[in-house]
């Protein structure tokens, strides 16, 4: 099965700042299926970025996704007091073997 | 507005039965695959399994087969999840997501219910 793996596992950072979250796949993801969602606690996950580079509706242009093949990037540009959350990658590319990242959590420095 | 409601949390004993369920509306309910997540408390996302509303096909997980149901009910747009009998492990947050395209299996989830927290204790 295809495996992802998120780094860093925590990122201090404060706001204004940029942050640069890391997901890689152990097989290369077929069409660039590769989500990000962010997730606060207490909630449900929200859609940030889809086929690796797609903002989802209603998402700020901060947030931005690049990558193909096994590595991919999100990217939040000047991080905001509401963007301290944890971020997960999703590959939906190897049907039916779907599988979430273990997450990044942006904490405040 | 295009919205999934889910049911409310649960307590139950090990072996006993549930069905949880998501009601979804603002959208064509048979138009639009639902995946149902496993959160663990204080851990990450699991994909469990997926399902075509059209004519209730469905995908598992191979950590969710055969202990996990999934089905919809199309007249009342609601999709289910249930368990025949519960194990303490199965305490956990379900989430249900719809998939952002029309009759799309592979695809990303837009629209997300807001949870139901399962605690299953004797």
């Known amino acids: 099965d295809i495996v992802l793996t998120q780094s860093p596992g925590t990122l201090s950072l404060s706001p204004g700042e940029r942050a640069t979250l890391s997901c890689r796949t152990s097989?290369?993801?077929?069409?660039?299926?590769l989500a990000w969602y962010q997730q606060k606690a207490g909630q449900a996950p929200r859609l940030l970025i889809y086929?690796?580079?797609k903002r989802a509706s209603g998402i700020p242009d901060r947030f931005s996704g690049s990558g193909s093949g096994t590595d991919f990037t999100l990217t939040i540009s000047k991080l905001e007091s509401e963007d301290f959350a944890v971020y997960y990658c999703?590959?939906?590319?190897?049907?039916?073997?779907?599988?979430f990242g273990p997450g990044t959590k942006v904490d405040f420095k | 507005e295009v919205q999934l409601v889910q049911s409310g949390a649960e307590v139950k004993k090990p072996g006993e039965s549930l069905k949880v369920s998501c009601k979804a509306s603002?959208?064509?309910?048979?138009?639009?695959?639902i995946t149902w997540v496993r959160q663990k408390p204080g851990e990450g996302l699991e994909w469990m399994g997926r399902?075509?509303?059209?004519?209730?096909?469905?995908n598992y997980s191979s950590s969710f087969q055969g202990h996990v149901t999934l089905s919809v009910d199309k007249s009342i747009t609601t999709a289910y999840l249930q368990w025949s009998s519960l194990k303490t492990s199965d305490t956990a947050f379900y989430f249900c997501?719809?998939?952002?395209?029309?009759?799309?299996?592979?695809?990303?989830?837009?629209?997300w219910g807001q949870g139901t927290m399962v605690i299953v204790s004797s």
């Open positions: 997501a719809r998939h952002m395209k029309e009759v799309a299996p592979d695809d990303a989830f837009d629209i």
């Open positions: 603002g959208y064509t309910f048979s138009r639009h695959w």
């Open positions: 399902i075509d509303p059209r004519d209730s096909y469905s």
């Open positions: 097989q290369s993801v077929v069409s660039n299926y």
């Open positions: 086929g690796a580079s």
């Open positions: 999703y590959h939906y590319g190897h049907s039916p073997r779907l599988a």
